[in-house]
């Protein structure tokens, strides 16, 4: 396994030092690039899924699926993206602990939350009885179903770049990297 050189980041004052991180990791297999049709079939499949999703419930539903399954690409690629949509610092900054500051969120965010988590953590068990019916009280059917799908190919994605060990930091919201 090869290292990159240190990132760096300017002072944030004229007197103060110049901040150096650990070296950032490489990546372990470039799996986009080795199987474009399995990549371009999740592209299909996150667009599919996304049709009619709320695009800010959307990010903090990718947000949470990234903390739980601790996807740091993810974490840095959908932070970016839900800033870009307007969501606040401080409500992206409590995702993960909502349970501790609900009153950040919406019944229906919340309902969508808890499904992320119980889709995600399925090792658990199965996804409660309970949090599905909160779920479908907030949700239509069909938009329900696309949630699902969405925290579904959220957890897809999260694997890809946790296996491959894909780098964050350097996405770029509008789909630049």
């Not at 995702?95 to 309902?111: G, V």
């Not at 499904?115 to 909160?134: H, K, N």
Request: glycine share 4%; net charge negative; hydrophobic share 40%.
């Amino acid at each position: 396994m090869t290292t990159q050189d240190t990132t760096t980041l300017p002072a944030t004052t004229p007197d103060a030092p110049a901040t150096r991180y650990a070296p950032e990791h490489a990546p372990r297999l470039p799996w986009a690039e080795l199987a474009p049709d399995v990549y371009k079939a999740m592209v299909r499949l996150d667009a599919a899924a996304r049709q009619g999703v709320d695009p800010v419930l959307l990010e903090l539903v990718k947000i949470r699926a990234s903390q739980l399954n601790h996807c740091a690409f993810c974490l840095d690629m959908h932070t970016k993206d839900a800033l870009a949509a307007g969501e606040s610092v401080e409500r992206i900054i409590q995702l993960s602990a909502w349970e501790e500051s609900r009153h950040f969120y919406t019944e229906k965010e919340i309902a969508a939350i808890e499904l992320t988590e119980a889709i995600t953590v399925i090792t658990e068990g199965f996804v409660p009885d309970e949090v599905y019916e909160r779920a479908a009280r907030h949700f239509e059917e069909a938009d329900l179903t696309r949630l699902i799908a969405s925290i579904t190919v959220i957890n897809a994605w999260n694997r890809f770049a946790v296996t491959c060990r894909m780098v964050p930091g350097h996405y770029r919201p509008g789909g630049h990297k």
